[in-house]
């Protein structure tokens, strides 16, 4: 499991420009290098590149930006989905509500697929709207927090990362993922 690298997803297809506007924020947040890839290309040999960048700890934290939809096979290679399970990389889903203010279904499929995969999903993160707590806890889903919203917080969302990446990761080295 590479740790200095965070995979974004989108659950579903979601506009390039505000997926691009957050991932840009969350990438100044942590820190990171960000690196912008689309669902067309072909997924293993940038994930070996990222992969053998960040085994090095001297190397800096990644987000990789996957544009497009990761669960179909655009490149004739494998969909980015099923190599981000392979290659047993931590990602992020980023999920864009609806008028309003719920979800659609691909999001709740997107999150199931993941487990179905046995992806190491460290969880959704709402991109725009109006952030409610106490409707994304009866979701039963994952969410971390909520970027590019009036409710937007990159510091919450940064810290809930923190904690369910170093919980996946002793879980993985534990064999338990």
């Not at 067309?40 to 940038?46: E, K, Y």
């Not at 960040?54 to 669960?71: H, N, R, W």
Request: aromatic share 4%; glycine share 10%.
């Amino acid at each position: 499991m590479p740790q200095n690298l965070l995979v974004v997803v989108g659950a579903g297809v979601l506009p390039d420009r505000l997926m691009s506007a957050a991932c840009h924020d969350l990438a100044r947040a942590l820190d990171a290098l960000l690196v912008q890839e689309g669902c067309g290309q072909p997924p293993h040999p940038l994930l070996q590149t990222l992969t053998e960048m960040s085994s090095s700890a001297s190397e800096p934290f990644t987000l990789l930006q996957i544009s497009g939809d990761a669960a179909v096979d655009e490149s004739g290679y494998g969909s980015w989905l099923d190599a981000l399970a392979a290659w047993r990389c931590s990602v992020l889903m980023l999920a864009e509500p609806r008028s309003d203010g719920r979800f659609a279904g691909i999001v709740r499929a997107s999150v199931a697929l993941a487990h179905e995969l046995n992806l190491s999903l460290v969880g959704l993160a709402q991109m725009g709207g109006t952030w409610s707590p106490e409707l994304r806890r009866t979701d039963g889903l994952p969410w971390c927090g909520c970027l590019q919203g009036p409710d937007d917080d990159p510091a919450g969302l940064v810290s809930c990362l923190r904690l369910r990446w170093q919980a996946t990761a002793r879980a993985a080295v534990a064999g338990q993922v």
